[in-house]
C-alpha cells in the first residue's frame, strides 16, 4: 500500500480507514477535505454553457471533446451518500420553478403559483411543483395538534386525531386537481405566454387517505336527510365548500399522503379533503371539519368567487365539475423548435367526468385531425399523458389538441364555450388550445378557430 | 346533535355479536367495520367553538346587534386599510361597495352586471345574493391578518355598514339576528344566481357541444387573437423558464423574435438561472412581503399608507428612528399620513419588526 495517500481518495479501496495508521488517517482527510472544497467550489456557480444539439461533425474532425477528453465525473470521485438527506432535483434542471403571473393578483397570501407544465412528464407532478392557491396564506401545522371534526346530521358527533385517521383503512389513488380559474385570462382574447401561465393550475399526484364515506358511517350521517357536506379549513380563511351528499359517499378522501409522503404544507399538509374532478377550491387544505346538513351553504366562495357570469347577467352558482380538457404542453408557448424535422408533439388531457377516452391533434388549425396515442396508465378523474408524431417542414403551423372522455363530451372550441357563457366570465374555461409555430421556430399562444 | 336509530346496522351487528359469541372465533377479523369506534365524541363546547358558519336560511347564525356606526368604527380601526373607507378601494382587493342602485334593490338583480355595463368592477355586492355570506365570511376571515378576532357584535356592525355604503340599510340601522331576514329581501342581487344541477353533477351532461370532426373541418384558420408584443416578456425571460437539454427550448423574449427561418442562426445559448425563493429569509424584503407590508406600502411611493422612503423623509434624524418604527409597525398608527390608520401588526415579530425597521432607517433600498 502507498505511503502517500493524499492520492488515495478516488480510487476503489475496500474500507481503507479500518487498516491505516492514525497518521495516514489523517493524510487521508486532508486529502478529501480538498476534494470536498473543489466539489463545493464546482457546484457554487452555474453559469451558462453552450447549446448541445447533435449537429454532423466536419469532415476531418476527429471528435467531440466530451468524449474526447474524459471529464472530471469520470476520472473522479463522485459524493457520498446522504450528502443531501432529503434529495433535490439537479442545479440544471433550477428553470423549472412554480412561478407567479405579475399583477395577477395584489397579495401574495392570496395568490397563485403555476406549476411548469412545458417541462413535466408522464402524468405525476413532482410535489415541490404542484400549483399553489392560498386564500390566506399557507402554515406548517403541528400534527399531533391537528383534529378533525365530523358534526351536524349524525347520529355520533366525533374528533378525530391524525393517529386515529391514519389508523383507519385507507385508499391511495392518483387524481388531478385543477383549479377552476385555470385558463381564466383567456375567456376574451391571447394574454398570456406560456402553458405554464395558461394550464399552470393543473396538478395531479396520487392521494393517500380515508374515504369520507367511511367516516361519515362511522359517525352514522341520516341517510334519509342529508343532503350536502361542508368542508372547512383551519387556517385564517377556514375555507368552507358545500359538497353533494353523492360526491361525498362516492369517491372523496381524507387525504394525508402525497405521492408517497405527507402532504406539503403548501398543500394542505397534515390534511386535505380530495373531491376527484371537482375544482381545487373544494379540495379543503388543513380540514378541520365536515358538517353534514340538508341544504347549501353559499359561503362567500360558492356567492362571490368561483361562481360563472352567464351572457343574461345572472350568475350560475355551485358549477364545480372540471369538464374535459386537454393541452399540448411540448411544443408550447415560448418555446423555440430548433429545427425541422421530427418531434414528438406531447400533452395533458383530463376529465372531472372519468376517463380520457380519445384524444385528436391537429397542425393546421383544425382543419385535420390525427389520433395521439395514449400512454398508460389512463386512469379516471386523472392526468392522462398523450404523445403523437409530427414532422415540421418549417412552415407556420397551429397546433391544436382535442380530449373526449368517457362520456363522449367532446372538448369545445372557445368561440362554441363563448357562444353559451359568453366573455365576462372567469371560471372553468376548457377550451381547446392553440400553439402558433412560426418559421422562425419559435412558438407562440394564439386563438384560431 | 340529532339522535336516530339505523336498525338493520344495529340489527346486523347484534347478530354478528351472536353469532361469534357462540362460535368463539377470531371476532376480530368478522366484525363488518371494526375500525368503527375509532375516534372519540365531540363535546358540546368543542362543537360550539368550530361550528361557526352561518346558513342562508341564518341556521347558525348567533344572536347579536351592531348600529352602522359601531361598524364604522370597527371599520375605520381594522378594515378601511386594505377596503378604503367606504368599502370602495380598489388598490389591495376587489372592491365590496359600489355598482348597485336603488331600481336594483327594488328588483333583486344588478343591471351593471347586464350586457352593455361599462362599470369597470364587479363588486362583491354587485355579485353576492345572499347576505349571510358576508357575515360568515367577515366572521371566518377578517380582519385579512387576524381572522376571527372580531365579537359577534363588530361582526353586526361592520355588516351593516357595508350595507348602507350600499343604500341597502339606512345609515341609523341597527342590524341583528332579529332582522336580517328583512335585509335579506333588499339584497341588489338576490335573484340573480342560477342553478344548472349538469355542472354540479359529475354524471351530468355539459352545456357546450362540440362534434369530433377528422378532416376538412369547417374553420377558418386565421388567427383570431395572438400574444401582443407587451406581453411577450411581462412573465419574465421564458428561455429561462424552460429546460436546458431537449429537442425545444425556451424562446429569450428579452429579444425581438428571430426574423430569419428555422435553422439558419446558431442555436441560443442555454442558461440556467435559479429563481430567487418569494419568501424565507429574515432579510427586510422578504419580510415585507410575507406580512403583506407592500399591499400598502410602495418603496418610494403611498399605495394606501406612505412609502418606505417618504416615512424616512419624514423621521430623518430621530435619534430613536429605529425603536420607534418597531413601535408602530407591532402597534400600528394613525393621523400622521392621513385619515386611514394603519392596523396593528401583532404577528410580526420584535426581531422581524427590528429587521424591517433598520432596512427602512437604512434607506429602505
Known sequence: ?449 | MMTMTYPRRTLARLCAATLFALAAGPAAWAQATPWHDIGRDATPAEVKAWDIDVRPDFKGLPKGSGSVSMGEEVWIGKCAACHGDFGESNEVFTPIVGGTTQADIERGRVKNLELGSTFPQKTTMMKVATVSTLWDYINRAMPWNAPKTLSTDEVYGVLAYILSLADVVPPDYVLSDQNIAEVQKRMPNRNGMVFHEPLWKVSGKGDVKNVACMKDCPVDSKVRSSLPDFARDAHGNIQEQNRVIGPIRGADTTQPPPSAPVGSAPPPKVTVVAAAPAGGGADAKALLGSNACTACHGINSKIVGPGFNEVLAKHQGKADLVPYLVGKIQSGGSGIYGAVPMPPQPQISEADARTIAEWIAGGAK
Open chain 1, 1 to 449: 500500500m502507498s505511503k502517500d495517500l493524499s492520492d488515495v481518495i478516488g480510487r476503489v479501496l475496500p474500507a481503507p480507514e479500518n487498516h491505516l495508521s492514525a497518521e495516514q488517517l489523517e493524510q487521508a482527510r486532508k486529502a478529501r477535505r480538498r476534494f470536498m472544497g473543489k466539489a463545493l467550489a464546482m457546484g457554487a456557480g452555474v453559469a451558462a454553457s453552450a447549446a448541445a444539439t447533435t449537429r454532423a461533425l466536419a469532415a476531418g474532425d476527429e471528435g467531440e471533446d466530451v468524449i474526447l477528453r474524459l471529464p472530471e465525473h469520470s476520472t473522479g470521485l463522485g459524493q457520498a451518500v446522504a450528502t443531501d438527506p432529503y434529495g433535490k432535483p439537479s442545479k440544471w434542471e433550477s428553470n423549472l420553478q412554480r412561478r407567479q403571473s405579475p399583477g395577477l393578483t395584489r397579495v401574495p397570501q392570496a395568490s397563485v403559483s403555476f406549476t411548469p407544465l412545458q417541462g413535466l412528464f408522464g402524468i405525476i407532478t413532482p410535489s415541490g411543483l404542484h400549483f399553489e392557491r392560498h386564500h390566506q396564506g399557507w402554515w406548517d401545522i403541528d400534527p399531533s395538534k391537528h383534529r378533525l371534526m365530523i358534526n351536524g346530521m349524525v347520529q355520533r358527533e366525533r374528533v378525530f386525531t391524525m393517529d386515529d385517521l391514519m389508523r383507519l383503512p385507507s385508499v391511495s389513488r392518483i387524481h388531478f386537481i385543477e383549479c377552476g380559474a385555470n385558463s381564466a385570462p383567456e375567456w376574451g382574447n391571447v394574454a398570456l405566454p406560456s402553458v405554464q401561465y395558461t394550464h399552470g393550475m393543473v396538478s395531479c399526484s396520487e392521494f393517500t387517505g380515508v374515504l369520507l364515506s367511511t367516516l361519515l358511517e362511522m359517525c352514522g350521517y341520516d341517510k334519509k336527510k342529508a343532503r350536502y357536506v361542508l368542508a372547512e379549513g383551519a387556517d385564517g380563511s377556514s375555507m368552507t365548500r358545500t359538497i353533494d351528499i353523492e360526491r361525498a359517499m362516492d369517491d372523496c378522501i381524507v387525504a394525508w399522503g402525497m405521492n408517497g409522503e405527507m402532504l406539503r404544507p403548501e398543500n394542505g399538509y397534515p390534511l386535505r379533503l380530495v373531491v376527484p374532478g371537482v375544482q381545487g377550491v373544494s379540495w379543503v387544505k388543513y380540514l378541520r371539519r365536515i358538517e353534514v346538513g340538508d341544504q347549501k351553504w353559499a359561503t362567500k366562495d360558492e356567492a362571490v368567487h368561483y361562481i360563472d357570469h352567464m351572457p343574461d347577467g345572472t350568475h350560475r352558482q355551485y358549477t364545480g365539475i372540471q369538464e374535459c380538457k386537454s393541452v399540448i404542453t411540448t411544443p408550447s408557448g415560448g418555446q423555440m423548435l430548433l429545427d425541422k424535422g421530427y418531434y414528438n408533439v406531447t400533452g395533458l388531457a383530463w376529465s372531472g367526468r372519468g376517463t380520457i377516452k380519445r384524444v385528436d391533434v391537429s397542425v393546421d388549425g383544425g382543419r385535420n385531425w390525427r389520433t395521439a396515442r395514449l400512454e398508460g396508465p389512463v386512469l379516471p378523474k386523472a392526468l392522462t399523458r398523450f404523445n403523437i408524431d409530427w414532422v415540421w417542414d418549417g412552415k407556420p403551423a397551429v397546433l391544436q389538441s382535442r380530449a373526449i372522455d368517457s362520456t363522449g363530451y367532446v372538448q369545445p372550441k372557445i368561440n362554441q364555450l363563448r357562444a353559451v357563457r359568453g366573455t365576462r366570465s372567469i371560471y372553468h374555461q376548457n377550451a381547446i388550445q392553440s400553439w402558433l409555430v412560426s418559421e422562425n421556430g419559435e412558438v407562440s399562444n394564439v386563438q384560431v378557430y
